[in-house]
Every structure is written in C-alpha cells, then in structure tokens.
C-alpha cells in the first residue's frame, strides 16, 4: 500500500516539474483551429478575455456577428477562473428566423399563382382569421345574393382552403357580419351623395320575405360619371327597415322619412318611384306635409311602370280565373290543362 502512495505522489511530482513546450512555429498557431478557451490552466484571465476577443475579431464562423464583444463573467468554472460570457445580440429563435442564409436557400415548391392558375394565392395563417373569413364570406354572399346556408353545403366546403374551412362562421354569424358591413359603409355612402351633384330619386317598395318578415326598401336613381366621360343611370340601394306595423300610409311614410333623413337627403329628393298600390297614394300624401324642398306631391310621383304591367296582366287573365271556379271539377285539373284551356279561351 505504502509503495503505491510513493508511486502515485513520483508520478505527480514529474508531472509539475515537467517544462511547458512552447512553439515558436508562427504557421502552425495559424493553421490550428482556434478555441474560445485555449488549453492550459496557467493564463490569466485578462489574457484568456483577450483571446476571446481576438477571435471574435476575426470572426472564423458567421455564428460571431451574432454575439457582443466577449467580456468576464462573475461566474467561475471547475478551476475557479473567471468564466469568458458571450452575449446574444437577439434571441436564439428570432435570430435563426432571420438567418440570411436560410432565406436565400430557393424553394421547390411553387404556389399554383405561379404556374398560371388565376384566382389563389398564399394562405397565410395569420391573415386567414376567424375576422378575415367572417369578412370575406358576408361580402360573397351579399354580392352574389347566395344564402347563408350555402356556406354549409358539403360540395362547397370541399372547395375550401383547410384554414379557411377551420373559420368557417354559421349562419347567425354571417347575418350579423352583413348588418356591421353595412353600418360601416353608410357614411361612405353619406359623404359619396352629398358631393353629387344632379337630380336624386328615391324607389321604395314594401314587400313580405318567404321566411315572414315585412320589409321595405328604399334605392336611390341617379346619373353617375365612371370617370371616363361616360355618364349612365346609377341604382344605389340606401337601406332596408323591418316593418312593425301594418303598411298604411302614414307608417309607410314614416319609414321613407326615417330613411331619407338618416342620410341627409330630404331636400334634394325630386321624385318618389313606387307601385301603384292604395298605400302607396297615400304614402305620397303624408310626405307632402313634411314640405321637402324640392318634392311637391302626385306631380312627381313616378308609377313603378313593371308594377302596372303586372296590373295589367291580371285584369287580363281575371275573367279565366273566373271561368275555372265554374267548371265542375276543374280543381282536378293539372297546370297543363288549365294553360291548354286559356289559350283557346284567348284564341276564340
């Protein structure tokens, strides 16, 4: 035991009497590949930071240009030095996203833009949003008059990006998307008539939708320029208000004023165009007493001119309604027979 403790504290003893090897061989110290902390536990620590300095200065790899100047830590290694700290300009990630040589590396894959398909473009995640979507789909189906229910459809959905299909909103959401649009384009709407400069005509008509609401509706007519000299008839459809009460003519003209001063256009209305109905006359009525500027009453009421042919036309047919109430069993009758039957009628 005693013989191994001798030959382990020999071997120790020549190990630190054993003189350093220095080179002198410039090419060498060159050529070898430098390390931020040099072998050897025998340098200060001044000489160690200006080591890393130097290498930082030469900046061997393009990973240096991402750290500040080395500088001494409070923190010491295994050997009680003083540990060389390397400081990041920018975080890891955000640094490896903007790497310049990962952006220059070309991709292979090529967006169908790029091939010549028109009509797409790159999906980003970030845009395609529940907002965005919500957006898109509101304006397609204000503009092509489609119904809400399309968007549920299997056949449509197939057509769709996954991202925008994983937004897709319901029913309920698009209905209400439509009425924020809308709030949002009336001053554009507002500020577009005021510096128009011509004569306005207001349409309105009432009606009853399939699913029960009483709605009427209001457009007003105008000569617009598109800019190029060419001057047309311009239909711009104002607003739309949900009828409460029954549609007499005071409440009909209610509406029309409601309407028609909520964009400020009161005095520069010169006709009223409507159906020929009774309301409708006295709709016309109740607005003279509201003294606009420039609407004087019946003189500048305009009969909806389709409307009157549809007057026509049942004045027509009545009396061939009549004479299929009095043929027995004429209930029994298909659609076929009874256009046969009127066509003789007129032809005799």
């Excluded at 991709?107 to 980003?124: M, P, W």
Aim: include cysteine.
């Amino acid at each position: 035991m005693n013989r191994r403790k001798r030959l382990r504290q020999q071997h120790s003893k020549d190990k630190t009497q054993r003189p350093a090897v220095e080179s002198n061989n410039e090419q060498d110290e060159d050529n070898s590949t430098p390390s931020p902390t040099p072998a050897g536990t025998d340098m200060t620590d001044e000489q160690r930071l200006e080591h890393a300095k130097r290498l930082a200065r030469n900046q061997v790899s393009l990973a240096y240009s991402a750290y500040h100047p080395p500088e001494l830590s409070d923190q010491v290694d295994k050997f009680r030095r003083c540990m060389i700290a390397w400081k990041c300009k920018t975080n890891l990630s955000a640094h490896a996203g903007r790497c310049l040589r990962k952006q220059q590396i070309p991709s292979h894959n090529k967006t169908l833009a790029e091939v010549g398909v028109s009509g797409t473009g790159e999906i980003d995640s970030r845009e395609a949003g529940l907002f965005l979507v919500l957006q898109r789909c509101a304006i397609w189906c204000a503009e092509g008059a489609n119904p809400f229910s399309a968007l549920e459809e299997p056949s449509f959905k197939k057509v769709l990006h996954p991202t925008i299909l994983k937004h897709l909103p319901t029913q309920k959401m698009v209905s209400q998307a439509i009425h924020m649009l809308y709030l949002c384009v009336q001053e554009k709407l507002r500020r577009e008539l005021e510096i128009h400069k011509g004569t306005l005509y207001l349409g309105v008509d009432a009606w009853q939708t399939p699913n029960g609401f009483d709605i009427i509706g209001a457009v007003i007519y105008r000569l617009s320029d598109d800019g190029a000299g060419k001057v047309g008839l311009d239909a711009m459809p104002l607003d739309f208000v949900q009828l409460k009460e029954k549609h007499t003519g005071k409440y009909l003209a209610r509406m029309v004023e409601f309407i028609v001063e909520k964009f400020g256009l009161k005095n520069r209305i010169c006709g009223i165009v409507s159906d020929n109905a009774a309301n409708s006359g006295t709709m016309i009525g109740e607005l003279v007493k509201l003294n606009w500027k420039r609407f004087t009453g019946e003189a500048q009421w305009i009969r909806c001119f389709a409307h009157i042919l549809n007057l026509i036309v049942k004045a027509i047919l009545q009396p061939f309604s009549r004479l299929k109430k009095s043929i027995p069993g004429a209930s029994e009758l298909d659609d076929s027979d009874e256009e046969h039957k009127a066509h003789d009628l007129i032809e005799s």
